[in-house]
């Protein structure tokens, strides 16, 4: 599987370099997840703008992508614009539970809105 990806303080860009996210892949992808979350990377943004092809599985590693994400940042889906990996978003309806965002510096500016709300909240969670 090859893929790049790009830490920042407050955000990590996976960006895959494969035309197809397949049952073939996906484990991997599921461990790689696992452990940049284990590393603490708190906001995730997964670049789909290569790939052409999901399946099922691959749709199963986004979202354990976003489970692991859930409590601790965000998870965010980018560059998903091809057309056969927008149709089976929409069939799967998983854009009603991710956070989709078309390009890649869209994506960090929504991470560095959701870090300085989260600053300026000052804790209003708690």
Not at 33 to 58: A, Q, T
Not at 90 to 103: A, G, K, M, N, W
């Amino acid at each position: 599987m090859k893929f790049s990806v790009d830490k920042q303080e407050k955000h990590t860009v996976m960006t895959l370099q494969e035309e197809n996210l397949n049952s073939l892949m996906a484990p991997d992808l599921k461990s790689e997840f696992v452990i940049l979350r284990n590393e603490g990377v708190p906001n995730f943004i997964l670049d789909l703008s290569e790939v052409k092809f999901v399946d099922s599985s691959g749709l199963s590693a986004i979202l354990t992508a976003n489970r692991l994400w859930k409590d601790i940042g965000t998870f965010i889906l980018t560059g998903a614009s091809h057309p056969h990996v927008k149709k089976l978003i929409e069939i799967s309806r998983l854009h009603t539970v991710l956070t989709i965002i078309p390009t890649l510096s869209e994506s960090i500016d929504y991470v560095k809105m959701e870090e300085l709300e989260k600053e300026l909240g000052g804790g209003d969670d708690e």
